[in-house]
């Protein structure tokens, strides 16, 4: 188990660390294993502390926020975190394959400049559909469902509630009880 070296061990533990023969077999362990060798060989996500799939990339991983539990949204392929500001994933929240998390424009007067980042919050229990993209500043409160191939410009704090399209729309609300 070389490989798990390279990782923060607080991120190796969870759900994904416990199975068969005290965990050795877990999914998470052949995450570590095979994710590592995977980024090495393509020499992708080299500095990020927790197994990420090769097929996927973090950019800022020190400015990502997210629970252990949910390491199986870095397993999945196309995503790009994009962390030049703070991304925080809400405990409980599935991202889909090829989903962008953005937090900085290029400056559109000098495609070489940068706008100051800004950061996205994702809620608890959301859901976030394949192909989709959250651009800076969005902040989507707990159970909001992004439909496939969304692109949301906007926030929608309070959650509990289906966006969908480009630009995102509210289609309907989630009748979850909540406090
Ligand atoms: C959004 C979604 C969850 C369905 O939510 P829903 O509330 O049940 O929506 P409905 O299917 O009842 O559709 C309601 C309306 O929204 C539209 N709509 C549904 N999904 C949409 C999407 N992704 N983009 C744009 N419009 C969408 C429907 O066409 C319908 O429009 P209409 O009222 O004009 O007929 C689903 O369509 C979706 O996009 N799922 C994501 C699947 C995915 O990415 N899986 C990845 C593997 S985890």
Same mark, same amino acid.
């Given at each position: 188990?070389?490989?798990? @070296?390279s990782?923060? @061990?607080a ?8 199975g068969?023969?005290?965990g ?6 052949q995450?570590v294993?095979c ?6 060989k ?6 990020v502390?927790w197994?990420?799939s ?6 800022g ?9 949910d ?14 500001? @703070?991304?925080?994933?809400? @405990?409980?929240?599935?991202i ?10 290029h ?12 950061p996205v ?10 192909n989709?993209v ?11 469902v ?12 309070e959650?509990y ?5 480009n630009?995102a729309r509210m ?5 979850i009880?909540?406090?």
């Amino acid at each position: 188990m070389v490989a798990a @070296k390279s990782y923060d @061990k607080a991120y190796l533990r969870g759900r994904w660390f416990e199975g068969r023969l005290g965990g050795l077999c877990a999914t998470g362990w052949q995450w570590v294993v095979c994710d590592a060798r995977g980024c090495k060989k393509l020499g992708v996500n080299r500095d990020v502390p927790w197994p990420v799939s090769p097929r996927t990339q973090v950019l800022g991983a020190e400015n990502i926020s997210f629970h252990p539990d949910d390491l199986n949204n870095f397993q999945t392929f196309g995503c790009y975190f994009q962390a030049l500001g @703070k991304i925080t994933i809400g @405990k409980g929240t599935y991202i889909a394959p090829n989903v962008g998390i953005i937090t900085g424009n290029h400056d559109p007067m000098d495609p070489d400049k940068r706008l100051p980042p800004q950061p996205v919050m994702l809620g608890e229990k959301c859901w976030i559909g394949m192909n989709s993209v959250v651009l800076p500043g969005v902040t989507l409160g707990p159970h909001t469902v992004v439909g496939a191939g969304a692109v949301v410009t906007k926030s929608f704090p309070e959650g509990y509630c289906v966006i969908a399209g480009n630009p995102a729309r509210m289609i309907r609300k989630l009748d979850i009880n909540h406090e």
